[in-house]
């Protein structure tokens, strides 16, 4: 593997934000020795998109861009091309709406060579919003991807237990790691203009599973510009739903990082009947006060996001039947047995 940095930007309709995100890297102050490239994946885009990342790169930089094209649509789906595209030993993904800090290449390829076992690092993401943000924008930030992901510097993998999809650096040894051992995401996550997410999630998940551990340090500083539509609380409600979906898959993973259940109780919890009348005894018992007024705006009211989560994953396990029920059982045990491998191993070492 070569020692370097693969930026990899992943685009669907992104000419409108990209000329400000190439514009920050193009300020990157990095050592001779550090070799980098920007590989921007172009996700089914509609807009030029490619056209203007190539004329907002200047060819006398020290770091090359190249467009290549990814046209089954998915976040998930562009990121693997990706990790197949990039040539170097870390992989930074910055999204099209990413300002990086003048030393990020520098500090990424710091950082995860200081730390071998290091499978994905992250840093402290500000918000730069087009419009002053809601009252409730502090209460929810973390919605966007920003704030800090742990209370200090260091090893995150057994707190947080996962870093966010903007501003996630891996180890590209670790992905292939992922590859051989079977793991193929479960997740599209963004899709298009569709609110889906958990993408990050799952690929962190399985880089626990697989030993690596994740890190944070706020040093890695960026700045995540989200526009006046991004800051309405039915997009919110929206992302909220998202995220309940995507944690109906996301329990394969849980489970796995659990390991087999100890009690009757505990297995009959993993079944998805079980785990229908439990988000539908929570919404009625618990929620009941909530619903009359679920289609009232109640802006600001942290109980309405939980209600639209239960929604969420209500609907994505009525959906799923027979599939999610085949997925899990054939994947949770397997993929513990198949995956835990040793990291030393998949070093090389």
């Known amino acids: 593997m070569m020692h370097g940095v693969s930026v990899i930007i992943c685009c669907h309709n992104s000419a409108a934000r990209l000329a400000a995100t190439l514009g920050y890297l193009q300020c990157q102050e990095v050592s001779p020795s550090i070799p980098w490239e920007i590989i921007l994946v172009d996700n089914a885009s509609t807009d030029g998109t490619a056209d203007v990342a190539l004329n907002n790169w200047p060819n006398e930089s020290a770091a090359t861009l190249r467009v290549v094209n990814e046209p089954q649509l998915g976040l998930s789906h562009a990121r693997n091309r990706g990790f197949s595209e990039a040539k170097y030993e870390i992989v930074s993904f910055i999204d099209d709406d990413n300002w990086v800090c003048p030393n990020w290449i520098q500090l990424v390829s710091e950082i995860m060579s200081a730390h071998s076992n290091i499978g994905a690092c992250g840093g402290y993401n500000n918000a730069v919003c087009e419009i002053d943000p809601p009252w409730w924008f502090d209460l929810f930030?973390?919605?966007?991807?920003?704030?800090?992901?742990?209370?200090?510097?260091?090893?995150?993998?057994?707190?947080?237990g996962r870093v966010w999809g903007a501003g996630l650096n891996i180890r590209k040894v670790a992905w292939e790691h992922l590859l051989t051992?079977?793991?193929?995401?479960?997740?599209?996550?963004?899709?298009?203009?569709a609110q889906t997410s958990g993408g990050d999630t799952e690929l962190c998940f399985a880089l626990r599973l697989a030993g690596w551990k994740l890190w944070y340090d706020p040093r890695l500083q960026l700045r995540h510009f989200l526009p006046a539509g991004r800051l309405e609380w039915q997009n919110l409600r929206r992302l909220h739903r998202g995220f309940g979906a995507a944690s109906v898959w996301l329990d394969l993973y849980v489970a796995a990082l659990e390991g087999p259940p100890k009690s009757l109780v505990k297995r009959l919890k993993r079944a998805r009947p079980w785990k229908i009348l439990a988000v539908v005894m929570r919404l009625f018992w618990h929620d009941v006060k909530l619903l009359h007024a679920f289609n009232n705006s109640s802006e600001g009211n942290p109980d309405i996001l939980q209600l639209e989560l239960r929604i969420g994953r209500l609907l994505e396990l009525v959906q799923v039947r027979k599939k999610y029920a085949l997925t899990f059982r054939d994947s949770a045990a397997e993929r513990v047995s198949t995956m835990k491998v040793g990291v030393r191993q998949a070093l090389g070492e």
């Open 181 to 193: 051992r079977g793991f193929r995401p479960l997740l599209a996550d963004r899709t298009g203009d």
């Open 141 to 160: 930030k973390s919605s966007y991807a920003v704030g800090s992901q742990g209370e200090s510097a260091g090893d995150i993998t057994s707190t947080r």
